[in-house]
């Protein structure tokens, strides 16, 4: 059996919803797809849950053939977590969704939907976000989704959204991306042609807690921000060249003003302001321009492919 569509769910302590999510998404999928073209599978991953988490899903694969786990032997995180099932899906769509049930899996039936449609990824985009701890959590989200529209240049409302659609090829090509830190969303839509979004119903999570803490935050957007561009290391270049011009400006206004007023009283500290802002200036272009050099080993060593053919065509032979 080939599924049609793979169904990604990270796990990390959620011992507390495992139940009602397997209720209502194998229910979902037993309704909405059917028939020989149309199988389905739900991969797993354990992320190193301390809970009973794996021996919940390990339950549930004995009774469903259609249940893959994957277990690893610590955690590493959601987006670790989302590859690692990546590795194993076989579907030619697939779904990723969250764990604690703050996206409804009754909305896949409408990503597939789109998918359908043509589009290469599917974004969720969550309508009436509920989030208790709302500012703390939403701001930084906002911040996000500000930055990560600027530097893939692709605009989405939604990037914090883990209820997206992914066509086969987008997966195989993140798959082939080795770096560490990547951030799923923004990296599927720098392989993807055609993206949508579709608004999805937002719940508060349904049981326990939030897996990301301060720090983990403060993480995944360090990662979502240097890992799409190499703006912050070349705004140094143009601080510095900025500062190092108001320097040299500051200078002639102070030369000129000697020239035109010899009689004028212009003390020595300012000239030694001018000469300060001068180099401070230099100093942050120099570091800018280092910045550029370990910007681009930074990309080289990400290893990224270059491009992703996807259909070769030619007159002999088949298209593969
Ligand atoms: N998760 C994971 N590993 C982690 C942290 C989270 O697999 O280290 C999973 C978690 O079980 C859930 C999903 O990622 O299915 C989203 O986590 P959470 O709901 O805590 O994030 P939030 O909604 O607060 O952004
Ligand atoms: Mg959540």
Redesign the pocket.
């Known amino acids: 059996m080939v599924p049609y569509l793979s169904i990604v769910?990270?796990?990390?302590?959620?011992e507390a919803?495992i139940g009602n999510l397997w209720a209502r998404l194998s229910k979902v999928l037993r309704e909405n797809f059917v028939g020989e073209d149309r199988e389905w599978e739900v991969v797993f991953?354990d992320?190193?849950s301390r809970d009973a988490s794996l021996d919940m899903l390990i339950a549930i694969a004995r009774d469903e053939p259609r249940v893959t786990v994957v277990e690893f032997n610590r955690?590493?995180?959601?987006h670790?977590?989302?590859f690692g099932a990546f590795s194993v899906v076989r579907g030619k769509v697939v779904v990723t969704?969250?764990?604690?049930l703050?996206n409804p899996p009754e909305e896949i039936p409408k990503l597939v939907a789109k998918i359908e449609e043509g589009f290469d990824v599917v974004g969720g985009w969550r309508q009436g976000r509920t989030?208790n701890d709302s500012l703390f959590?939403t701001l930084p989200s906002k911040l996000v989704n500000a930055v990560t529209r600027k530097t893939t240049g692709v605009r989405l409302h939604d990037y914090?959204c883990?209820l997206r659609a992914y066509r086969r090829e987008i997966v195989d090509a993140m798959l082939l991306c080795k770096e560490r830190s990547s951030f799923i969303p923004a990296l599927a839509n720098s392989f993807a042609k055609r993206i949508a979004e579709v608004p999805v119903a937002h719940a508060e999570?349904a049981a326990?807690?939030?897996?990301?803490g301060l720090w983990?935050l403060v993480n995944l957007q360090f990662d979502l921000l240097t890992s799409f561009s190499l703006l912050p290391l070349q705004m140094l270049s143009v601080l510095g060249l900025l500062v190092s011009l108001l320097g040299i400006g500051f200078g002639v206004f102070l030369l000129a003003y000697r020239i035109l007023h010899p009689e004028g009283t212009v003390q020595g500290v300012f000239t030694l302001f001018a000469v300060l802002f001068f180099f401070v200036g230099a100093q942050f272009l120099a570091f800018g321009l280092l910045g550029e050099y370990i910007g681009r080993i930074y990309q080289e060593v990400r290893d990224r492919p270059r491009y992703v053919v996807k259909t070769l065509h030619r007159q002999d032979g088949d298209a593969s």
């Open positions: 769910i990270p796990i990390y302590n959620e919803n991953t992320d190193g955690n590493y995180g959601q670790s977590a989302i969704m969250d764990a604690d703050q989030d959590r914090g883990m999570r326990g807690d939030s897996k990301y983990k």
